[in-house]
């Protein structure tokens, strides 16, 4: 059964870029996978978690890892 689209915030931009930046992404691959994204024409691997920020309403948290 395919993973339903969902929206996640970056909750360490600080590692790469501006700690104030706010870096979100949609995905459909499951928790605990490593994922590129593009940020400001930097491309990155993220951690997608299934860690839940009610603060942002239906959004979970993902990590920076790492420059490709």
Same mark, same amino acid.
């Given at each position: 059964m395919a ?5 996640y ?12 930046? &706010?870096?979100? +992404?949609r995905?459909a691959?499951p ?5 590129? $994204?593009?940020?400001n024409? *930097?491309?990155? &691997?993220v951690l +997608? ?7 942002y309403?239906?959004? $979970?948290?993902?990590d920076l *890892?790492?420059?490709?």
């Amino acid at each position: 059964m395919a993973h339903p689209t969902l929206t996640y915030l970056v909750t360490n931009p600080g590692v790469l870029f501006h700690p104030d930046e &706010r870096i979100t +992404l949609r995905s459909a691959a499951p928790a605990d996978t490593v994922v590129r $994204y593009l940020v400001n024409g *930097r491309l990155v &691997r993220v951690l +997608l978690t299934d860690t839940p920020l009610p603060a942002y309403g239906h959004v $979970y948290g993902a990590d920076l *890892r790492a420059y490709l």
